[in-house]
């Protein structure tokens, strides 16, 4: 058991189950969070480049969605799904008007891990069947089923398979799976998907789950062509593609509400949650009407639905909208990618840098060559990082890449600042590698 000082530690050991582990040997306990800063109990202030986990895209405590919510809990907080309510009504047609064409109807529940199975039900009911593909290094929640489809063996440690699930290789270029190099590569990944249903299915695959870039997996970022290749081998096979945008959506890639919008493909199904309520929690659902309607349940969720985080939500999207937070995303987010490119090219610790508005990520290796991972150096990153101030998170399949999502509102100052902490953390963890 981890040796703790502070008063909150020791209270964690005693009292919260083990298996949710936090970051950090000494646990931060967060008092208080404003904009792109939160406050711990010691009054210690932090520039929070991971929110919470890729969450809060409006930072925190934004005014105006709190006051929304302070509105609503004035009114009524629970209502369940077997009641309406209209913050869930107007979150349900703004997305509906908000999506791609033809993902016109909106399921909203609590968490991305339900999402994902709600998505899995609804492709069981339309397709028939009961197979799926999932690609490697997926994360996709932490149910029997969503453990099922998430391709990373550290956390595939619980459940049995509900049903058929086979693994697409992911679209890692820094570690080609398949030992090929894009742009020659002719994005084969992307084909591998034919292959996969030729050989390793019935044929009949009710669905395919993709997170557009890869979260936990370590900020795994297709190159452009990728999704339309699959999609087009997916219709062929009457597949559902279902895009789990739990991390991508709201803004967060700098180019379009949904993520996924940037590869120029629309899903049949998409699944969020995350920063659709800028913390409070919600998950939705978004499909194609036909397959909506193919699922006549009865399906309920006492949490569905909630008017609390559907008026949060309601004020996230539009405070999204109007601050502009997806450009913004994307401006900063282009300054700060070239802030760590500069990194790289300083510190040899860095062997990949890569992601698409504020979702970046920076794979560690102990030597370029050979890309070996430096999970260690990693982790005395984010610790470093955290003595001075900043918070990052971490990721990958072997937890070697620094995840580097902050709230949409931060300035180019902040995102300079964080590259500045980072360099030094760098540093320190070069030093402590060059002395083991
Ligand atoms: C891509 C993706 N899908 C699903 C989930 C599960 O979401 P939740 O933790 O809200 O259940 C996560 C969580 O990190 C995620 O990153």
Redesign the pocket.
């Known amino acids: 058991m981890a040796k703790t000082t502070s008063r909150n530690a020791a209270r964690k050991t005693a009292y919260l189950m083990d298996c949710a582990k936090t970051y950090y040997p000494e646990p931060l306990t967060l008092v208080s969070g404003q904009g792109a800063y939160v406050t711990d109990e010691d009054g210690r202030r932090y520039l929070d480049f991971f929110a919470g986990?890729a969450v809060l895209v409006a930072g925190h405590n934004h005014p105006s969605i709190i006051a929304a919510v302070h509105d609503q809990a004035d009114r009524i907080v629970h209502t369940s799904t077997l009641y309406l309510n209209e913050p869930v009504l107007d979150l349900a047609q703004r997305l509906s008007e908000a999506s791609p064409p033809g993902l016109d109807k909106v399921f909203v529940g609590n968490?991305?891990?339900?999402a994902?199975e709600l998505a899995a039900v609804l492709a069981r009911h339309f397709t028939k069947s009961s197979e799926f593909i999932a690609l490697a290094h997926a994360?996709?929640?932490?149910s029997a089923w969503?453990v099922g489809i998430t391709g990373l063996s550290a956390w595939r440690n619980f459940g049995a398979e509900p049903s058929k699930i086979v693994f697409a290789p992911n679209a890692y270029c820094y570690r080609c799976p398949l030992h090929l190099t894009y742009p020659s590569c002719e994005i084969a990944c992307a084909k591998a998907v034919e292959d996969i249903i030729k050989t390793e299915t019935s044929g009949r695959v009710a669905g395919y789950y993709a997170?557009t870039i890869q979260?936990?997996g370590g900020i795994i970022t297709p190159p452009p062509e990728y999704y339309g290749i699959v999609k087009e081998i997916l219709d062929r096979h009457g597949i559902l593609f279902i895009a789990?945008e739990?991390?991508t959506a709201w803004g967060r890639l700098g180019h379009n509400l949904f993520g996924i919008s940037d590869w120029g493909v629309i899903p049949d199904i998409v699944t969020s949650?995350?920063g659709l309520g800028n913390g409070l929690p919600i998950?939705v659902v978004i499909a194609r009407r036909e397959i909506a309607d193919a699922y006549q349940g009865p399906h309920i969720n006492t949490f569905g639905g909630n008017p609390l985080s559907s008026r949060a939500a309601v004020a996230t999207l539009d405070v999204v909208e109007r601050e502009g937070l997806t450009a913004n995303a994307n401006t900063v987010g282009d300054h700060l990618l070239a802030r760590l490119r500069d990194l790289a090219r300083k510190h040899t610790l860095i062997g990949d840098v890569r992601g698409r508005g504020l979702m970046l990520g920076v794979e560690l290796v102990a030597d370029r060559k050979t890309k070996e991972p430096a999970a260690a150096a990693a982790e005395r990153v984010l610790d470093a990082c955290k003595d001075r101030g900043l918070l990052i998170g971490r990721g990958g399949l072997y937890a070697n890449t620094l995840r580097i999502q902050p709230p949409l509102i931060i300035t180019r100052e902040q995102a300079d600042e964080a590259a500045r902490i980072l360099d030094e953390a760098l540093t320190v963890a070069s030093n402590d590698v060059a002395r083991a």
Request: no cysteine.
């Open positions: 986990i968490s991305g891990t339900e994902n994360y996709h929640g932490r969503t997170e979260g936990v789990d739990v991390q949650a995350k998950s």
